[in-house]
């Protein structure tokens, strides 16, 4: 699965230096678009495009900010789009507040948390966060895409239904 990460810029912050770190630990096929191209903060060990070139990227596609949401939901190319806000800053401001609600509303978006504090602040637009991932761990994103893709294996299958359904419905041992 290639990742693909929409940052604003690799400038120094806290959110270059992190998503940085985890691209260059390896593992995955990483690609990182930047909104406005600046030179990294450190060496980065993938590749790193200007955010015009994402018309064709068709791998998991991460969006860190509130214009990046705004520009996949009119993507058709990825094959997942979450959006990770790493700052709720948008939500203080009042100019372009439709605009806003209907992207995080998106049912083209997943959205993730990057603590409770944030997934409290996602609900306050009436929107539940799929998942929690803290301070940017690739790790974490990759958990969850697999178990998202596992699931939507198990839907399509008539005989493991049941027995997924059955589980989740046991308590202390006893169907509830």
């Known amino acids: 699965m290639q990742i693909g990460i929409i940052v604003p810029h690799l400038a120094p912050a806290q959110l270059s ?10 593992g995955r096929d990483y690609v990182i678009f930047q909104e406005h191209p600046y030179p990294p903060i450190q060496r980065v060990r993938t590749a790193v495009l200007p955010i015009y070139e994402i018309t064709k990227f068709k791998g998991v596609l991460i969006g860190t900010d509130l214009s990046a949401a705004k520009y996949m939901v009119n993507l058709t190319a990825p094959s997942r789009k979450l959006f990770y806000p ?3 800053e948008w939500m203080k401001h009042g100019n372009d507040y439709l605009s806003t609600v209907k992207t995080i509303m998106s049912p083209q978006l997943e959205v993730i948390a990057r603590s409770q504090s944030y997934a409290e ?5 009436n929107r539940e966060p799929s998942a929690i991932i803290p301070d940017f761990n690739l790790g974490g994103f990759v958990r969850y895409c697999d178990e998202q893709e596992e699931v939507s294996r198990f839907i399509n299958k008539d005989d493991v239904i049941p027995r997924v359904l059955h589980e989740r419905k046991k308590y202390n041992g006893h169907l509830a």
């Open 86 to 88: 790493w700052h709720v």
């Open 121 to 125: 602040q996602i609900r306050i637009m």
């Open 17 to 26: 230096y992190l998503v940085t770190q985890q691209v260059n630990q390896g």
